[in-house]
């Protein structure tokens, strides 16, 4: 069974950092591209950033670009996001989702999300 | 940007069919995928490119796609099927992927 699970939100101060993580497990995870997806409280999704299996390619969101930081560990099957310089705006419930295959453009799994709070 | 439009809300009796509309230039040019979320949920994929159905998913979601816009189809609504649903197409101009506003389906 395909397992996501984030860690890592929390409370965090306008301009500070936070570093988010998703434990994956359940498949091959060297093998699949990965994205965060990120829900502010009662609105919609809102693609954040992606890699690829090998980390050789990594795209993000106007919104967060030369903010966040997207990495993964193969080894430890493991997908990171570093968030810096966070703003109020980026509060929201950040999800890790896997890509279903090579030429499939959609996300086939989801973890449950961690909450990420800016504010003073 | 690539902008995908939905409408806010669409309101089904039970027992009816539900259409839920995602707008965008050229749409029918690209492949459309719609999830459904479910309250305190992490998203479920019901249709991937534009009209197939992932295992598990009942026969009632249907989808198409064609000009400027893409229809997930609900037949036969059941209240279970209440939820927000959003269309995600991926933008290959810019690499980005991209979500609808999402459509929360009230069944009355």
């Known amino acids: 069974e395909v397992q996501l699970v984030e860690s890592g939100g929390g409370l965090v101060q306008p301009g500070g950092s936070l570093r988010l993580s998703c434990a994956a497990s359940?498949?091959?995870?060297?093998?699949?591209?990965m994205a965060w997806v990120r829900q502010a409280p009662g609105k919609g999704l809102e693609w954040v950033s992606y890699?690829?299996?090998?980390?050789?390619?990594?795209n993000y969101a106007d919104s967060v670009k030369g903010r966040f930081t997207v990495s993964r560990d193969n080894a430890k099957n493991s997908l990171l996001l570093q968030m810096n310089s966070l703003r109020a705006e980026d509060t929201a419930v950040y999800y890790c989702?896997?890509?279903?295959?090579?030429?499939?453009?959609?996300?086939?799994?989801w973890g449950q999300g961690t909450l990420v709070t800016v504010s003073s | 940007s690539y902008v995908l439009a939905q409408p806010p809300s669409v309101p089904v009796a039970p027992g009816r069919a539900a259409t839920i509309t995602c707008g965008g230039d050229n749409i029918g040019s690209k492949n459309v995928h719609w999830y459904q979320q479910k309250p305190g949920q992490a998203p479920v994929v019901v249709i991937y490119y534009d009209s197939e159905r992932p295992s598990g998913i009942p026969e009632r979601f249907s989808g198409s796609n064609s000009g400027n816009t893409a229809t997930l189809t609900i037949s036969r609504v059941e209240a279970g099927d209440e939820a927000d649903y959003y269309c995600q197409v991926w933008d290959s101009s810019t690499d980005h992927w991209v979500f609808g506003g999402g459509t929360k389906l009230t069944v009355l």
């Open positions: 359940g498949f091959t995870f060297s093998s699949y591209s």
């Open positions: 890699i690829s299996s090998s980390s050789s390619t990594i």
């Open positions: 989702a896997r890509r279903r295959s090579s030429g499939f453009y959609y996300f086939d799994n």
